[in-house]
């Protein structure tokens, strides 16, 4: 069993990436697990200072993504970057033991999204991720406005997903 650890850069309920993200764990072929990281908005800013003893939420998070085969992520753009909740989230995984290497898929939401895709490629590989191309996917959901059913429904978007995945499983 492959076991993917879903995390969405958005805070907003009614979010596209975090729709995509869980019509990922929908369709995921059999053999693959997808499970949602939901705790980002309540991660405490980065501190340096904390990493010797880093509080007991980002040990969890730290675990989790340990404990993965591989990242999936959706992370909006805002000002032309990574929102800083999200930022704050993978500054919290610079001090992983674990994390040099892990797998990532990128999932993106949107073509214009291009300047947050590229600041975020540069920290993960930063931080020495190992970022899966062939699984990587953008699908318009910013013009569609879809919901979780019509995105897990639609032929094209549907297929994209699961070839994502299964590609990123082989890498993995």
């Not at 999204?113 to 996917?137: F, M, N, P």
Request: proline share 6%; glycine share 6%.
């Amino acid at each position: 069993m492959t076991r993917l650890l879903a995390i969405s850069g958005s805070l907003r309920e009614a979010s596209s990436n975090t729709s995509l993200l869980e019509a990922a764990a929908r369709l995921a072929p059999a053999g693959i697990a997808i499970e949602r990281y939901h705790d980002l908005g309540a991660l405490p800013h980065f501190n340096p200072d904390m990493e010797l003893k880093p509080p007991a939420i980002v040990l969890a998070l730290r675990a989790r993504v340990d404990a993965s085969d591989g990242l999936l992520i959706s992370c909006p753009e805002y000002a032309r970057g990574i929102p800083g909740s999200f930022k704050n989230l993978l500054d919290w995984l610079v001090g992983s033991p674990n994390f040099q290497g892990k797998p990532v898929a990128l999932f993106n939401t949107s073509p214009r999204a291009s300047e947050a895709q590229k600041s975020l490629r540069l920290v993960l590989e930063t931080i020495a991720a190992r970022i899966v191309g062939e699984a990587c996917l953008t699908v318009d959901l910013m013009t569609r406005k879809l919901d979780l059913d019509e995105i897990a429904g639609d032929k094209m978007i549907s297929t994209a997903i699961q070839s994502a995945l299964m590609a990123f499983e082989s890498a993995i």
